[in-house]
């Protein structure tokens, strides 16, 4: 679980620069420290994901999708809570998410309120002000 007093960001990988920017202004404005990456190759060769308090993926990425990332992820022993975004929602993605522990799964466009409450809900996280 993380303290209060560490700081360990939210990782968010969405290829749409737009929606990166909007998901970024997001959570720092709630409090949180976020560094994004445009694709899941981008946040691997980063090496990113050890330290994330919690990952926001974007389902459907160019190269390996959210779901074939977050399978790799915990292959390798990382578990940090994840949640799923997606422009194209079906039962079958949902399915998938819920399959790979997603704690949340939001349809874009999505309340800015909710994710902030399913990230804090996700490790118990308290941004810092």
């Not at 998901?23 to 420290?33: H, V």
């Not at 779901?67 to 399915?95: E, N, W």
């Not at 874009?108 to 002000?129: S, Y």
Request: hydrophobic share 45%; net charge negative; glycine share 6%.
């Amino acid at each position: 679980m993380l303290m209060p007093d560490q700081q360990q960001s939210i990782v968010v990988v969405e290829d749409d620069a737009g929606m990166r920017k909007a998901i970024e202004r997001l959570l720092r404005a709630g409090g949180f420290q976020c560094v994004s990456f445009a694709s899941a190759e981008a946040l691997l060769q980063a090496d990113a994901a050890d330290t994330a308090a919690c990952l926001v993926l974007d389902v459907h990425l160019p190269g390996l999708s959210g779901f074939q990332l977050q399978r790799q992820l915990m292959a390798s022993g990382r578990k940090s809570p994840v949640i799923f975004i997606t422009a194209h929602d079906d039962a079958a993605a949902r399915d998938e998410a819920q399959r790979i522990g997603s704690l949340a799964y939001f349809r874009k466009p999505f309340d800015g309120k909710a994710l902030l409450e399913a990230i804090r809900q996700a490790g118990n996280l308290d941004p810092k002000h």
